[in-house]
């Protein structure tokens, strides 16, 4: 049975480290709905001019085959900065909600613990949204397959929690970061403002297969995980993903 074990990171402390090389997907693993681990259905991640790419021009349509991409490690406290842009045109056959759609996946479960046919990891998902040229549609949002957050000191169980964040109508590129400690504090930022901060999550005991990712995590709380990139019909690119490790709280 795999578990998330301890989180002895190989890279240094309190400084920024490339998770992304801008070359090759080293050290990344593919995990598509209805397809094993590693199997990259219709080349959905690579890597093009520097740029770590979401696309679907080898799909006839979506068919819900929606996808994330992992860092293979574990993490606890951290902070992590991707700068990305949403672009071009969402699949056909992507479900509406969808549109200019993507996200950063949090103290996810490992990947080869996912079912076979599981649309998303249990993880905290940092909504990246992109505007539609008229309405407001704040970006990093949370939302929470599998888990449950504690929001204002009170624990939260609907799906998603809106950020008091900018809408992005454009192609222009943006830089989310999250600053994570353990389940002490997850804070979301936008362009350097703080736009959702919660504590304490834990595992949803409705989802699927709870009792199993309780083996994973060590228990209900969720204090370390996996992250992920997301593939859920429309395009994105990536071009930083990095990270800087923190002290633990002793």
């Given amino acids: 049975m ?36 590693d199997e990259n259905f219709g080349n959905t991640f690579r890597v093009e001019d520097g740029l770590l790419k979401v696309r679907y021009d080898q799909y006839k349509e979506f068919g819900r085959r929606f996808g994330h991409i992992f860092y293979d490690e574990s993490f606890s406290h951290y902070k992590l900065r991707v700068e990305y842009r949403i672009v071009g045109e969402q699949v056909k056959g992507g479900p509406g909600w969808a549109f200019k759609n993507s996200g950063i996946m949090l103290h996810g479960q490992p990947p080869a613990t996912m079912t076979h046919n599981q649309d998303f990891p249990a993880s905290l998902e940092v909504q990246l949204l992109g505007g539609n040229g008229r309405d407001d549609r704040p970006t990093s ?18 799906h998603c929690i809106p950020a008091d964040a900018p809408t992005f109508h454009d192609e222009k590129w943006v830089t989310a970061e999250v600053e994570v400690r353990g389940d002490k504090i997850l804070k979301h930022i936008v ?5 959702l901060a919660y504590t304490e999550p834990v595992l949803d005991d409705s989802f699927g297969t709870f009792e199993k990712l309780k083996e994973f995590y060590g228990g209900v709380a969720v204090k370390k995980g996996y992250i992920s990139l997301q593939s859920e019909s429309h395009p994105i690119d990536f071009r930083k993903v990095e990270i800087m490790i923190l002290d633990e709280e002793k």
């Fill in 2 to 37: 795999m578990s998330l074990g301890a989180c002895k990171t190989k890279h240094p402390k309190n400084q920024w480290i490339p998770l992304f090389n801008g070359k090759d997907l080293t050290n990344w693993r593919v995990k598509i709905r209805g397809y094993a681990v």
């Fill in 141 to 158: 949002n949370l939302c929470t397959p599998g888990m449950h957050v504690h929001f204002n000191g009170e624990l939260v169980k609907k």
């Fill in 191 to 195: 362009n350097g403002d703080v736009v």
